[in-house]
């Protein structure tokens, strides 16, 4: 054998040994991983609902307590991912030493762990608030009735064993002030910027006297599987103001509606409401995006073979008794169930006519007389019961059990991505330290791994479910735009969703940025993701600035869903920014009318500027006015998306390959 033919083998067995050494410490650090995993106490679930893994009651009969029992979060879990409209197994093949991201973890762990705790507890602590619907009045008198909560009657409707995934619990809070002439805006009463707690960052902002809260904005939407099939589910909360719709209950209905629609999930009304919020009704009857275009979205899902079923468990009154009469089947509960376009008080006044409720609109007069109903139900119990028959009989989703497919759990904790990023959002950090620990055995097959570098794409799979991945591991810069355009295609082409991660300050500025094309290359990437017919799913890791926003899938640019993390911004641009360009434009005010600005003055400008885009910016701002569709924790992260695919793409009978960009700029 030559020299040259030695050296070769020689290198080649140190190859070999270098990569059977790193499939030993990843597997070595799995199993470190695992055993901590199973010694570590139970934690609850944050994402209230997003309890993908939670054990129900064998029991069908609806709690008493007004609390319902969601067991904790388990780490891990050892069994089938149990919402994937496929039959999924684990497996524990070996892991590739090509594809397998590293562990890396930010020399601060410990601090960045420290902080996010913090805000965790403040999350977990809003999550209860909005638990508690309208207080403990509201919830005696509704029970006094004979009435379920809207998560227990959720509860009961659902699959033994399954998850719920609970979108926007945070819809509303504090974003409205006593008077009707407020908007949600931040001129709330005696608001200032900074003043709140937000800006320390709590979960507790205006929560002053002057305020009128509506907690998870009157309803409790979400994913859930029913007799097998995944379903969408809207429950009106008739403790929080009667269940009238708001400006934000309306937005949130919408919201629901609009995922059932992109992924054809079948939609299970729990109606307990009455009807629109009538001191709000500028802002929640006239326009398109308002209470009417609920019924227009049922009437348009029915032609379109998307079930529409309504279950009356309480009031359903003026506009809102459309949503029974829109729906493919009604069921409506005896006695408490009631649907008419005018209560006793408004014919009393137009007719003179002495009636009761269950006289005018109740179940034996539907059922009967009127056929408005399908289903007479004795209690709701038994509403919820001929519910989930009535899920039962539909037709089988076209994509239906494929067999098993087999994926491999990260081989690195899900905990450990509370402290992977920074607790300062200026520092960076490498974005593959998060996919390792979100990724199907920690793999990753990266696309042009050395080209664009700011930019981390490539293919991988969750729960089985192949995926693209688009993640930020800097500012967007020509290259990695172009990158990313060419990714999303490839992705669109073949049919694979896309999973964004989210940490951007915007594309690149500058003359030399400018003159290399950034604003026609970032351009297409904008195109690629608006054009894209594939199911995309959106997580905010930390920032979220600017035209990045476009570029990585924001919520302008529909994905199938967006959540955020705890510590994550989002904004035209930071707060400091923001703050240096206002005060030039302040300053160069000043100067043309040929005055001092001084510099206490400045300072305070900058200063109020900063804070006010500093609050807007935060997740809970945001989760309030349904910029998102939740805040999750971090640990929770694979589930949530996992769970967000499975809806998005198993009721699909392929996913798209179709699509159409038009011209790119060269």
């Not at 570098?453 to 810069?477: E, H, K």
């Not at 200063?607 to 701002?621: G, I, K, N």
Request: charged share 20%.
């Amino acid at each position: 054998m030559s020299r040259s033919a030695c050296r070769k083998a020689a290198t080649g067995l140190s190859f070999l040994l270098q990569q059977k050494q790193q499939q030993q410490q990843l597997l070595l650090h799995h199993q470190a991983s695992t055993a901590a995993a199973a010694t570590s106490p139970n934690r609850a679930g944050l994402f209230h609902a997003a309890d993908l893994t939670a054990d129900r009651s064998s029991s069908r009969t609806p709690p008493s307590g007004p609390q319902l029992h969601h067991p904790p979060l388990q780490p891990s879990p050892p069994y089938p991912y149990p919402l994937s409209c496929r039959s999924f197994s684990t497996s524990s093949f070996p892991p590739s030493a090509s594809n397998v991201l590293s562990p890396s973890v930010d020399k601060d762990a410990a601090s960045n762990l420290a902080a996010m705790s913090a805000l965790l507890q403040n999350l977990t602590a809003a999550h209860a608030t909005a638990r508690a619907g309208g207080g403990a009045t509201a919830v005696s008198r509704h029970r006094a009735r004979a009435k379920m909560l809207p998560r227990e009657r959720i509860d009961a409707l659902l699959d033994e064993g399954s998850p719920f995934l609970e979108l926007s619990p945070l819809a509303g809070r504090g974003l409205y002030g006593k008077s009707i002439t407020n908007r949600g805006s931040r001129l709330l009463s005696g608001f200032r910027p900074g003043s709140g707690s937000v800006g320390r960052g709590g979960w507790h902002s205006w929560q002053g006297a002057g305020h009128e809260e509506v907690p998870s904005g009157g309803l409790v939407t979400g994913i859930g599987k029913v007799c097998g099939r995944l379903v969408a589910i809207a429950a009106n909360d008739a403790t929080v103001k009667g269940g009238t719709y708001y400006p934000i209950t309306v937005k949130k209905h919408l919201r629901l509606q609009e995922i059932a629609a992109q992924c054809r999930l079948p939609c299970l009304y729990l109606v307990d409401s009455g009807g629109a919020n009538l001191p709000r009704q500028a802002d929640v009857f006239p326009d398109r995006d308002h209470f009417g275009r609920i019924f227009y979205n049922q009437a348009r899902m029915s032609a379109a073979g998307i079930p529409q079923i309504a279950v009356v468990l309480g009031s359903c009154t003026a506009g809102g008794a459309y949503v029974p009469c829109m729906a493919d089947e009604s069921v409506i509960v005896r006695g408490n169930g009631t649907i008419f376009l005018g209560g006793p008080p408004l014919v009393k006044a137009a007719t003179g006519e002495d009636v009761t409720a269950e006289e005018l609109g109740g179940a034996d007069l539907h059922c009967s007389t009127s056929g408005v109903t399908d289903h007479y139900a004795q209690d709701e119990p038994h509403a919820l019961a001929i519910a989930r028959d009535i899920i039962a009989q539909l037709p089988p989703p076209p994509r239906g059990p494929s067999g098993a497919v087999q994926w491999q759990e990260p081989l690195f904790a899900a905990e450990e991505l509370r402290g992977v990023v920074p607790a300062d959002p200026r520092r960076a950090f490498d974005v593959r330290s998060v996919l390792a620990r979100l990724m199907d055995g920690s793999r990753l097959d990266e696309f042009k791994a050395n080209f664009g570098t700011t930019l981390v794409t490539g293919f991988g799979s969750l729960y089985g479910q192949p995926v693209g991945v688009v993640a930020n591991n800097g500012v967007l810069f020509s290259d990695a735009a172009q990158k990313g355009a060419h990714f999303i295609q490839l992705c669109a082409q073949r049919g694979v969703p896309l999973l964004f991660l989210q940490n951007i300050t915007g594309f690149m500025v500058g003359r030399q940025a400018e003159a290399g094309g950034i604003a026609k290359d970032g351009a297409k990437m904008v195109r690629a993701v608006a054009n894209a017919e594939v199911p995309k799913v959106t997580v905010v890791i930390g920032g979220s600035f600017g035209a990045g926003n476009y570029g990585m899938c924001g919520r302008a640019y529909s994905p199938s869903f967006m959540y955020m993390w705890p510590n994550a911004r989002i904004g035209v641009m930071g707060g400091e920014q923001a703050a240096g360009v206002l005060a030039q434009v302040e300053s160069e005010k000043h100067r043309r009318s040929g005055k001092t600005w001084p510099a206490e003055d400045e300072a305070r400008f900058r200063a109020s500027m900063t804070s006010l885009y500093d609050e807007q910016a935060r997740p809970e701002y945001a989760g309030a006015r349904l910029w998102d569709d939740g805040c999750i924790d971090p640990a929770d992260t694979r589930r949530v998306v996992g769970l967000s695919l499975a809806a998005a793409t198993c009721n699909l009978p392929r996913i798209s390959t179709e699509s159409r960009f038009g011209p790119f700029r060269f």
